[in-house]
């Protein structure tokens, strides 16, 4: 059974950080593309970041260029979003995700097939 568990979510000043990590189990981790996307309330779901595992390329937002860095661990099976500066227009539920197709954005385009319960970011202003 795939499962995407994410934590590190929670409520911060604009300005701050935080660092959200993923844990993944149930498929091979270093063959598939993995990922984040956001969801704010009212708004459609958006891509933030992810790691094509063909190539190692990594996908960012254009707004979240600059201040977010997506990194992973596969001995650990885990991957991060290490989130600087925020701002309050980053608050959202954040779900980690993953997909066959390891090349990313390609695979946020098409459609992911695995995604973990989401960890809300709240920034105050």
């Known amino acids: 059974e795939v499962q995407l568990q994410a934590s590190g979510g929670g409520l911060v000043q604009t300005g701050g950080s935080l660092r959200l990590s993923c844990v993944a189990s149930?498929?091979?981790?270093?063959?598939?593309?993995i990922g984040w996307f956001r969801q704010a309330p009212g708004k459609a779901r958006e891509g933030v970041s992810c790691i094509s595992n063909s190539d190692g390329s990594r996908y960012v937002a254009d707004s979240v260029k600059g201040r977010f860095t997506i990194s992973s661990d596969y001995a650990k099976n885990t991957m991060y979003l290490q989130m600087n500066r925020l701002k309050p227009e980053d608050t959202a539920v954040y779900y980690c995700?993953?997909?066959?197709?390891?090349?990313?954005?390609?695979?946020?385009?098409?459609?992911?097939?695995?995604w973990g319960k989401g960890t809300l970011v709240t920034v105050s202003s």
């Open positions: 995700v993953a997909d066959p197709n390891p090349n990313c954005p390609e695979a946020f385009h098409l459609g992911v097939n695995y």
């Open positions: 149930g498929f091979t981790f270093a063959d598939h593309a």
